[in-house]
Antibody, heavy 122, light 108 residues
Framework: QVHLVESGGGVVQPGGSLRLSCAAS????????MHWVRQAPGKGLEWVTV????????KYTDSVKGRFTISRDNSKNTVYLQMNSLRAEDTAVYYC???????????????WGQGTLVTVSS | EIVLTQSPATLSLSPGERATLSCRAS??????LAWYQQKPGQAPRLLIY???NRATGIPARFSGSGSGTDFTLTISSLESEDFAVYYC??????????FGQGTRLEIK
């Protein structure tokens, strides 16, 4: 079955950097777009970014443009989120999520990881 | 940005009752709406996509309807495991994806 396992979260000071990873298994990773969605403590869900199945196309929500970079390594079945210039408002659980359809991104998410907590605090 | 407004914020019902959750979009989004269930400490789970299609493995008591701006998630007969927070999500304005603020379904 499908498994998504995030790692790399932790506590970082404002202005710092973190790199999240999401290891995937149980499906043909190279055929699906992959997303990151975050959830601030006690709050709702916010879509962050997507990378196309082949890594060529990437989209970001406005609040992270220029600071976050998504990438993937299809040989390792892993998607990454490089987060720079972190702010307090980036504090959240970060989930990686698989797109529902193959090749083209449909922006509905049928499998999610368990999440990794990022805390930005001095 | 398309705003999704969910109502009610909290719904108190008993097992066996019917639950009706609403999601209203600030502009027309065709049928590009999904519903997710989230339990405390867990990741969200996809229930319904494109307004009315049940995701793989989702019980038939969950159904979705609507198009345009008004959408409904119905749970025909509540089971104990259905008490959770429910979110709607639109993909009409991709990549500007938005979620509703959530409806908490609690045991009465």
């Amino acid at each position: 079955q499908v498994h998504l396992v995030e790692s790399g979260g932790g506590v970082v000071q404002p202005g710092g950097s973190l790199r999240l990873s999401c290891a995937a298994s149980g499906f043909t990773f190279s055929s699906y777009g992959m997303h990151w969605v975050r959830q601030a403590p006690g709050k709702g869900l916010e879509w962050v970014t997507v990378v196309a199945y082949d890594g060529r196309d990437k989209k970001y929500t406005d609040s992270v443009k220029g600071r976050f970079t998504i990438s993937r390594d299809n040989s390792k079945n892993t998607v990454y989120l490089q987060m720079n210039s972190l702010r307090a408002e980036d504090t959240a659980v970060y989930y990686c999520a698989k797109d529902l359809v193959t090749v083209g991104a449909q922006y509905h998410f049928d499998y999610w990881g368990q999440g990794t907590l990022v805390t930005v605090s001095s | 940005e398309i705003v999704l407004t969910q109502s009610p914020a909290t719904l108190s019902l008993s097992p066996g009752e019917r639950a009706t959750l609403s999601c209203r979009a600030s502009q027309r989004i065709s049928s590009y709406l999904a519903w997710y269930q989230q339990k405390p400490g867990q990741a969200p789970r996809l229930l319904i996509y494109d307004a009315s299609n049940r995701a793989t493995g989702i019980p038939a008591r969950f159904s979705g309807s609507g198009s345009g701006t008004d959408f409904t998630l119905t749970i025909s007969s509540l089971e104990s495991e259905d008490f959770a927070v429910y979110y709607c999500q639109q993909r009409s304005s991709w990549p500007s994806i938005t979620f509703g603020q959530g409806t908490r379904l609690e045991i009465k």
